[in-house]
């Protein structure tokens, strides 16, 4: 297995991941995850790999409505939470192991869906992402489909502004080689600066889809602008502001300007189909899913 920046694996080793999807801005980053998966993933049965996919929040979703779901992680402490969260369920994971997105242990085209939320962020060269994406490209059937997150290059610019961090030179430092490298680097001792990582624009994720030889089916801002909102998590406790937050990110998700203000992209991607049209991916999961 490539070995684990030791930042990041340190980072992971602190930072409470299994819990970060319950709060504020992540959490509307969850909410509307589950809704571009639900509206497009094929329906069950089939076999998903969650790949980066921590202590489960999407692949335990995923086992619950009825996929087949591995789970791979490289941090032990994230997989063995899955697995603990796991053997408490009706529907467990099929199986959770300590592994990375450059190798993946599974034979060639024995997946129907991967989900890619995390590594190809912290796979920060060129290289370790298209190594990365030809292994999905492997496991993936003829028509399978890859669920994809990327940070948006603007991300901690504009997360500076909405949380006023400013004010520490260190962070502005930061956001000054995040614009101009997209290479996020975090010397202080302050996790919520997040760690390692490439903040892509939106022209360089297509490029790398393309040379992967996977189709680009959609490249959608994940939260819209309503992750910057201070009262962010008051607003998503609140049924109708909540729906409001919801639908301006779905109305603007395919905007290409976007991605400027969004905090996360999201792809939908295909794997080529050997021959003929899209593999019969039918979207919609056709049965209601718990958000
Ligand atoms: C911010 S978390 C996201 C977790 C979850 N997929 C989500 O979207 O909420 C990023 C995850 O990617 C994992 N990760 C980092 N580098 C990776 C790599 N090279 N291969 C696979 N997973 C990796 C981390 O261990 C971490 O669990």
Redesign the pocket.
């Known amino acids: 297995m490539?070995a684990?920046?030791p930042t990041?694996a340190e980072f992971?080793r602190q930072a409470p991941?299994e819990h970060?999807?319950e709060q504020g801005a992540f959490a509307l980053?969850?909410l509307r995850?589950r809704e571009l998966i639900e509206r497009h993933a094929r329906r069950p049965p089939a076999t998903v790999l969650?790949?980066?996919?921590?202590a489960g929040?999407?692949a335990l979703w995923l086992a619950d409505a009825g996929y087949t779901v591995h789970l791979?992680?490289?941090?032990p402490r994230?997989v063995a939470e899955a697995e603990r969260r796991s053997a408490a369920r009706t529907r467990p994971l099929a199986s959770c192991r300590v592994?990375?997105?450059?190798a993946l242990d599974f034979p060639d085209q024995s997946a129907d869906m991967v989900?890619l939320?995390?590594?190809l962020?912290?796979?920060t060269e060129a290289v370790?992402r298209a190594r990365?994406l030809g292994e999905v490209r492997r496991v993936l059937k003829p028509g399978g489909q890859l669920f994809a997150?990327a940070i948006s290059r603007w991300a901690s610019a504009l997360d500076g502004l909405a949380r006023d961090l400013y004010q520490d030179p260190r962070f502005a430092a930061i956001v000054e080689r995040d614009l101009r490298e997209g290479q996020h680097r975090n010397p202080t001792e302050r996790l919520d600066y997040f760690t390692t990582a490439y903040f892509h624009r939106p022209d360089e994720l297509r490029a790398e889809v393309a040379g992967a030889g996977l189709i680009l089916d959609g490249l959608y801002g994940v939260e819209g602008p309503g992750w910057l909102l201070s009262d962010v998590a008051a607003r998503l406790a609140d049924p109708r502001r909540r729906a409001d937050l919801l639908q301006v990110a779905r109305l603007l998700e395919s905007e290409p300007s976007v991605p400027a203000s969004a905090r996360t992209y999201w792809w939908s991607l295909e794997r080529q189909p050997d021959s003929g049209t899209r593999g019969g991916v039918q979207p919609g999961f056709g049965v209601p899913l718990g958000r």
């Not at 969650?50 to 921590?54: L, M, P, Q, S, T």
């Not at 791979?72 to 941090?75: A, C, F, Q």
């Not at 592994?99 to 450059?102: I, R, S, V």
Request: hydrophobic fraction near 45%; avoid cysteine; charged fraction near 20%.
């Open positions: 490539a684990l920046d990041i992971y991941e970060r999807l980053e969850g995850t969650d790949v980066g996919g921590a929040a999407y791979v992680d490289p941090v994230l592994g990375e997105a450059q989900l939320l995390g590594p962020y912290h796979l370790d990365a997150a």
